[in-house]
């Protein structure tokens, strides 16, 4: 046997003979009731992949290092209180969002963190071990949605980190060792903090292809931005900014969203963006007349804007199939604009 399925029952507990079986490769006990992992865990020798998650588990197992070829261990929606410094040992992904977690322990001198992969979010994280950079083979961490102020130096050395989230915490600044990992970063999340400026040295980060920074309090964007052209998706809505310019000559850029600041102007240097597909401009103070030169743009929203009038030749972007001008002073539509063949939206 190497699948059982018995997600969605009313299990209470796991028999220890289940781990006996040898070719057993994947198992699912989701949405059931089970209180504690067995001590026989290690002795499943083959089993990749186990997903325990919506139970009642209150604590990892203590030998669960000893789980070798698992590659994914999920024990997410549990409520479980303490990360066992044992589980940096694993080899693969480990998910422990939404549980009742305050913290991280430190990993030791002599131990091998071999984890790749971490999901610690939706938990009540406040601080961060100073020791973090001993899981040397991590890349990629999630540690959004928890009560995060401080960053360690040490983070830095994390020089196999390609993605990173830490949305929705209570960060104030980018720290430098969030910057040291600028060569490896492919996706940076930090939105819904309260910082106020821009990564140090964005130009350098040349790998990036998404950064997310919306709902925080930036007022600027720097020139420096303009001269990284790897960047693919920018999310910079809800924050105070007010000109945008050195992001349209990024010249990359698919995803473009700028809802929900004080722009009040679209920049003509918008056209440099010839590869924009989406653009999420609602609630500014913009004229749209830049737009009509973005040829391979399939999505545009400006709602709530103050929009009177809309260019004669915005019909002609021909891939749009949604298109949002609701709460706007339009008082007149163009024959032209019905020339836009997807979703229409007033």
């Not at 790998?207 to 693919?232: E, G, H, T």
């Not at 000559?249 to 440099?272: R, W, Y």
């Not at 609701?326 to 229409?344: A, K, M, W």
């Amino acid at each position: 046997m190497q699948k059982i399925d018995a997600k969605y029952n009313q299990l209470g507990a796991i028999p220890g003979t289940l781990f006996r079986l040898k070719e057993l490769r994947q198992v699912d006990l989701s949405s059931n009731l089970i209180k504690k992992i067995p001590p026989t865990l290690p002795k499943a020798t083959g089993l990749l992949d186990f997903d325990l998650r919506e139970n009642k588990i209150r604590a990892l197992p203590a030998a669960i290092n000893k789980a070798k070829s698992i590659l994914r261990f999920d024990v997410s929606n549990n409520i479980i209180k303490t990360f066992r410094k044992q589980a940096y040992e694993l080899t693969g992904s480990l998910d422990i969002s939404r549980n009742r977690l305050n913290g991280l322990p430190p990993i030791g001198a002599k131990q091998k963190a071999t984890l790749k992969k971490l999901d610690a979010s939706y938990n009540t994280i406040s601080k961060l071990p100073q020791t973090i950079d001993r899981v040397s083979f991590l890349r990629r961490l999630d540690l959004s949605n928890n009560n995060i102020t401080h960053v360690p130096e040490s983070f830095g050395n994390l020089r196999y980190l390609n993605y990173l989230d830490m949305s929705n915490n209570d960060i104030e600044e980018i720290p430098n060792s969030i910057c040291q990992l600028k060569y490896n970063l492919v996706e940076l999340y930090l939105s819904n903090n309260k910082i106020s400026k821009f990564p140090k040295d964005i130009d350098e980060y040349k790998k990036l292809r998404v950064l997310d920074l919306s709902a925080n309090q930036l007022v600027k964007i720097p020139r420096k931005f303009a001269m990284n052209q790897s960047i693919k998706h920018v999310n910079l809505s809800k924050n105070q900014l007010e000109d945008i310019s050195p992001v349209t000559d990024s010249l990359l850029i698919h995803f473009l969203d700028i809802s929900e600041n004080c722009i009040p102007e679209i920049p003509e240097t918008i056209k440099n963006l010839v590869y924009l597909e989406t653009l999420l401009a609602s609630h500014n103070q913009i004229s749209p007349d830049e737009l009509q030169q973005l040829s391979r743009l399939n999505k545009l929203n400006i709602a709530h804007n103050q929009i009177e009038a809309l260019p004669e030749n915005l019909g002609h972007l021909q891939l749009i199939n949604y298109l949002d001008i609701s709460n706007n002073p339009i008082t007149r539509l163009s024959e032209n604009i019905f020339n836009v063949g997807g979703l229409f939206l007033v």
